[in-house]
């Protein structure tokens, strides 16, 4: 089987930073996909990690470790607007390219 | 550009009746992929496909049909309505690489 944990609720502050870890279980994937989903809106790419390491992309970073079955995804400068549901994902490698999604991360921003 | 639409976008059905939600894209895509959502979860494969005329089945494909006659169309079927299948339903399509999915902006379906 495959799954991936979340925390289900995060708490921040406006102007903090704020991380989202993903714990996995699986294998034979692409990489790790971070999503962003707003109440009553479709899910929106932020970002991708094909091998270990750190990317970024302006305010938003995400992190992956295959060794540890790990990745994270690093708001910085929180905004109010950034209060949303953040979704990891795996993109299986078989011929597919299906998406296999966490169960979300609910942010919270506060002023 | 349009990108993903998805018709309709509320639907209420009573239960044993049957529907066909529409996904259309614009973007000459491969692939394309019906999701499921239920609330506080996150998206759950129902069926995909790789190409035109080719279907597969996902994580919960049980009550569900799918059929994709032309590249930029893939339909999704209910034969007989379930309040189990009440949820919000997202089509997405990629061009097969290993980034790149746009969704459709859902359609919420309510089965009474």
């Known amino acids: 089987g495959q799954s991936l944990e979340q925390p289900s609720e995060v708490t921040a502050v406006e102007g903090a930073i704020v991380q989202i870890n993903c714990t996995y279980q699986t294998s034979g994937f692409y990489g790790l996909s971070w999503y962003q989903q707003h109440d009553g809106g479709a899910p929106t790419f932020l970002s991708y990690n094909a091998l270990d390491g750190l990317e970024e992309t302006g305010r938003f970073s995400s992190f992956l470790s295959r060794s540890d079955s790990y990745g994270y995804l690093l708001l910085q400068e929180l905004q109010m607007k950034d209060s949303a549901s953040y979704f990891c994902a795996v993109i299986r490698s078989d011929s597919s390219y299906k998406l296999i999604f966490g169960s979300g991360t609910r942010l919270l921003v506060r002023p | 550009n349009a990108g993903v639409t998805q018709t309709p976008k509320f639907r209420v059905l009573k239960t044993g009746q049957s529907m066909t939600l529409l996904c259309a894209q614009d973007?000459?895509?491969?692939?394309m992929y019906w999701y499921r959502q239920d609330p506080g979860m996150g998206l759950r494969l129902i069926h995909y496909s790789v190409g035109e005329g080719t279907t597969a089945k996902g994580e919960v494909p049980d009550g569900y049909n799918v059929s994709r006659l032309k590249k930029q169309n893939f339909l999704l079927g209910l034969e007989s309505a379930a309040p189990s299948q009440t949820s919000v339903y997202f089509c997405a399509s990629s061009p097969g690489t290993a980034h790149g999915y746009t969704f459709g902006s859902g359609t919420r379906l309510t089965v009474v």
């Open positions: 973007m000459n895509h491969e692939y």
